[in-house]
């Protein structure tokens, strides 16, 4: 159930891409210049997402992040960034502070704490004429499942705007929330947003992209447009395959994704509550996280203890269920009732077993 990092959103082998990757082929793996697929795939993009008027092809999430950020830093010629501690967005340097332990970045990143307005309004106040873009996780998904609190991400977009900062969502996991991505889930109005993981059908293709006004930096014909370079970007075969892949992902899919999602996380927590295991079960829409009430937020903070994490996911794995190494789950349009409610009895004795270790050890 972890779907290579979320990042196949029709299970592990969806055949429709696959097909739409031989069709391709024939012409080639990525050839100089625009291709139908890639037209027909930016215009759908277009169409499900408000804020991008135009957007930008790339091979990883982690690029996609890093031009993001480029282009506020452009934009608006200031260095800093702002973004949650614990907040992923790829292994750009800046975009790490905060993270596994790493620090602010003198004059490149500051960090402030998830679900804290006042915490992001202090470093605003210090720092907010000197800082490009906040940068926004909407859901915390790396080591615990952490959903934003009502109002959370809009206060921390509005706040941006006040210091003439802009915002940029990276919705490269949370773009499974709704057909318009986690911009319409939450109401939010984006000036950058980052796409990622399952968009490229299960190969490696990611985007980013805003208004016409901010794209058009782009524009190579402008004095002083941002070059952006890239061998693979937009390549047909990414395209081909996240075309069919994201047309296949329709409100309906999204419905019962969440469904299921649910259904798993409340049968856990009932288990784990009867088993008198303290566990934190937390989730949104088809993303779910399972963390022991008394571990550190994060293994990686306190690597000198195992924890029960770890062990549960090695229970998981023995029962035939893999979960992310941090507890995390989904649910994929290929999970079907019955694989459901087979993963829900697996992870329910996972549970059991962890239950058992820790009878035996008092
Ligand atoms: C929110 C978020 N942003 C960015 C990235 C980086 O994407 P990639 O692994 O394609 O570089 C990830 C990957 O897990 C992610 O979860």
């Known amino acids: 159930m972890f779907c ?5 959103i029709h299970g592990n082998n969806y055949a429709p891409a696959g097909e739409a ?3 391709v082929m024939h012409t080639g793996s990525a050839w100089s210049g625009a291709s139908r697929e890639q037209i027909a795939f930016a215009e759908l993009l277009q169409d499900r997402i408000k804020a991008m008027e135009l957007l930008r092809f790339t091979n990883s999430g982690s690029e996609a992040c890093m031009m993001a950020v480029k282009t ?15 907040a992923y967005h790829g292994s750009f340097p800046d975009l790490e502070a905060g993270l596994y332990g790493q620090r602010e970045l003198e004059g490149r990143a500051l960090v402030a704490t998830f679900n804290n307005l006042s915490s992001y309004e202090r470093v605003m106040a210090q720092h907010g004429k000197q800082v490009a873009a906040i940068v926004i996780e909407p859901v915390l998904v790396t080591s615990r499942v952490v959903p ?3 109002g ?12 003439g900062a802009l915002s940029i969502l990276d919705d490269c996991l949370m773009l499974r929330l709704a057909m318009g991505v986690s911009a319409e889930k939450f109401g939010l109005q984006p000036d950058l947003v980052v796409l990622g993981k399952f968009l490229g059908g299960g190969t490696a293709l990611e985007a980013f992209g ?3 006004q901010i794209m058009k930096i782009f524009d190579p014909t402008r004095r002083g447009a ?9 390549n047909q075969i990414g395209c081909a395959a996240g075309l069919v892949s994201l047309r296949y992902l329709t409100a309906g899919r999204i419905t019962a994704m969440d469904a299921a999602s649910l259904s798993i996380r409340r049968s856990l927590a009932r288990r784990a509550d009867e088993l008198g295991l303290n566990v934190v079960l937390t989730g949104i829409g088809s993303v779910t996280g399972i963390a022991f009430a008394a571990e550190p937020l994060r293994h990686e903070d306190d690597p000198s203890t195992l924890g029960l994490g770890p062990l549960f996911h090695l229970a998981c794995l023995s029962e035939g269920i893999l979960i992310g190494p941090d507890g995390i789950l989904s649910v994929s349009t290929s999970h079907d009732a019955a694989a459901v409610s087979y993963a829900t009895a697996r992870l329910s004795t996972a549970l059991e077993k962890i239950a058992e270790l820790l009878g035996s050890l008092n």
Do not use: D, E
């Open 210 to 212: 805003g208004s016409r």
């Open 4 to 8: 290579n990092g979320l990042s196949l």
């Open 21 to 23: 990757i031989q069709a």
């Open 226 to 234: 941002m070059f952006h370079g890239g061998s693979f970007n937009g």
């Open 152 to 163: 959370f991400l809009s206060n921390i977009m509005a706040l941006a705007k006040r210091y």
């Open 72 to 86: 506020a830093r452009h934009i608006t010629g200031r260095p800093y960034i702002l973004k949650s501690v614990g």
């Open 148 to 150: 934003p609190a009502p």
